[in-house]
């Protein structure tokens, strides 16, 4: 199959997400403090400089002050940023809209209407259930406000790709390019090797069903990621010069084991949350129960998200960042690469079927177009109440 753009241009396609994500992150900016997570790491970078440090991880941190540099506006760091993400959230895109065109010879305009969809997916609202709440306590794989997860996505995508082009095809070469994704991620938002460190190894042993020598090679793997994440860890709990001048003793942070207490904390509606965050899987699971785990990518992805859920209901923060729900961060991506493949095994099924629809495909694509639905009128919602919850 030919390359993205050999054979015409897509400079439009990238024009349009360019826009619309750049305007979207302006709005958000200059309109949106609540749960604005962009304007709250811009502060945490102006308190680190001012006394003389610089935040850990400092990868995103590190990006939009070298920019700021160069480029600004009246205000520190408000341009980078906004030019950061939205390089960020235009990567997220490209890096969909090649692989679909790698896995199913669909015309320019279709794959980018399908990879535009695939930006917009959220969970279902229900007036009268969720009690005004569009964001707090569900899940979702698309995320407007956070910055350093937004700039985790590419490098996420990138990694659980190679990943399963590494397991296929064990080279040497190939998994120190893992290694290096994996220390990039450590630098901006460790969140998404917290299920892929466990997620990589328990996936080679269900499908070898042996210690093979692939199983020892991913273990060495995640186990080089495990120790550096740890590092990271005393780095920013115990090593960080800020933490005796930004808080008092009662509100620094520690890691301690909690069952369901942060989700409990936002979610009103718990069962229901869940149902309405991953009904397009669910549905998925029920009309292809078979053949959906024969696909790598989705049993892979699946197995990233149930870890992705269970480190987030298991663990917690302490002190003053105990409901910023860090341990949340790792869903949206496993979530957004689960979405992923099941987009590639639907549009796989209707090519097979001579393009028809097939029952069982017009049950997930209802599924898709509900979530879909209500994600885009989740991002009108920014513009029209100035909300991100």
């Known amino acids: 199959m030919k390359e993205i753009g050999s054979s015409s241009k897509t400079w439009i396609y990238d024009v349009l997400i360019v826009g619309l994500y750049g305007g979207t992150i302006t709005f958000m900016i200059k309109n949106i403090t609540y749960l604005n997570d962009i304007k709250i790491h811009n502060l945490i970078l102006i308190d680190y400089l001012e006394a003389g440090y610089f935040p850990i991880p400092p990868g995103y941190y590190g990006l939009i002050f070298l920019i700021d540099l160069i480029l600004r506006i009246k205000y520190s760091f408000v341009l980078s940023s906004i030019l950061v993400i939205t390089l960020f959230m235009w990567w997220k895109y490209r890096l969909i809209f090649s692989w679909l065109q790698n896995q199913i010879p669909l015309s320019k305009r279709t794959t980018f209407l399908v990879s535009l969809s695939i930006l917009f997916l959220g969970p279902i609202y229900l007036p009268g259930v969720d009690e ?111 933490r005796e001048k930004l808080y008092e003793p009662g509100e620094i942070s520690t890691i301690v084991i909690a069952p369901f207490k942060i989700w409990l904390h936002y979610s009103h509606q718990p069962v229901w949350d869940m149902i309405s965050s991953i009904s397009l899987l669910l549905c998925f699971l029920i009309v292809w129960p078979r053949s959906a785990f024969q696909d790598s990518f989705f049993t892979f992805t699946l197995l990233l998200l149930i870890i992705a859920f269970l480190i987030y209901f298991l663990f917690s923060e302490t002190g003053i960042r105990q409901y910023h729900a860090n341990f949340y961060w790792q869903i949206p991506i496993a979530l957004l690469l689960n979405y992923m493949s099941i987009v590639s095994l639907v549009l796989k099924d209707y090519q097979a079927n001579d393009r028809k629809f097939t029952s069982r495909t017009r049950l997930i694509i209802a599924a898709y177009f509900i979530q879909g639905f209500f994600g885009l009128f989740y991002w009108v919602r920014i513009f029209a109440f100035e909300t991100l919850i």
């Open 132 to 242: 005004g709440l569009w964001y707090l306590g569900k899940f979702t794989p698309t995320i407007w406000h956070n910055s350093t997860i937004i700039a985790s996505f590419p490098f996420a995508i990138i990694l659980c790709l190679k990943t399963l082009n590494w397991i296929e095809n064990p080279r040497n070469s190939q998994l120190y390019i893992l290694a290096g994704l994996g220390l990039i991620l450590l630098l901006i938002k460790p969140s998404f090797l917290f299920c892929y460190i466990p997620a990589l190894p328990l996936y080679i042993l269900s499908r070898d069903k042996a210690l093979s020598k692939i199983f020892w090679k991913s273990a060495g793997l995640v186990l080089l990621l495990f120790v550096l994440l740890m590092l990271e860890k005393q780095l920013i709990f115990t090593w960080d010069p800020m």
